[in-house]
């Protein structure tokens, strides 16, 4: 394995196939960076008896409702969504590899047909992460009850054993996806195959890990560095007049 290739293979690829851009966008779920809530709690336009006299006002607690379901609603859209899109990536990958063309509809039927397994896969994996996060955080918890010290060492166990599980499972979730949509096997026979595949080839599993883990860093944080330099003028703006800033 050539850990150089796969990482030009997917930065060119990426920049020649645009159709991959709107399917990594939905597996990332369209979001983008938060600004902190209490950037401008100083210079709130109005008083604390304007504030209470708007709940004060029926119509602005169902807002208030209606904003949060609709929130709901789009995070449930965008996490079916990347789900699809998720399947339609590794087939576009597929595609990329065996000379075929590659078409945003036809990956993202390919993705469509696999959502269920895909879904029932994930939903795996969550539970047993928080199953196991839980297990962690109790004897982290006792060990600190019992004495301080006992806790502190502890850590010394916990984190590694989390920074493992962290591994183990993304290397599963990873592998079994892409078994579920290549080849078209079940759930469990998926996350079984991944177990052979992750020890068969646990070097190479482990350097590609590093090598994700490294870039999903640097692109975070070229994100967050590009979001600062564009939000600097709204800002700027925002110090001399609220509301437009918040429009703009």
Known sequence: MKYGDIVSFGFKNGWKYKALWVLGFLISGGGGPNIPSNVYEDRLPFDQSTFRAW??????PLAIIGL????????????VLGIIA????????????????????????????????????????????FALLIVLILIGAICFYVEMVLGFISLLFLIPTLFVIIFVISMLSLLSARIIVLEGKPV??????SFSLLKNNFVANVA?????????????LATMLLFIFLAIPFIALGFVSLWPAIIL
């Open 68 to 79: 949060i379901l609709a929130i709901f609603l789009l995070a449930v859209v965008f996490i």
């Open 55 to 60: 709940f004060d006002n029926p119509v602005v």
């Open 188 to 193: 469990f026979d998926s996350i079984s195959d």
């Open 86 to 129: 998720n399947g339609g990536l590794i087939d576009a990958a597929r595609r990329i590899k065996n000379g075929e063309p590659v078409k945003l509809g036809s990956c993202f039927k390919t993705g469509a047909s696999f959502f269920w397994p895909l879904l029932g896969r994930g939903l795996l994996f969550f539970v047993i992460v």
């Open 208 to 220: 590609y890990f590093f090598i994700e883990f490294g870039l999903s860093i640097a692109i975070g």
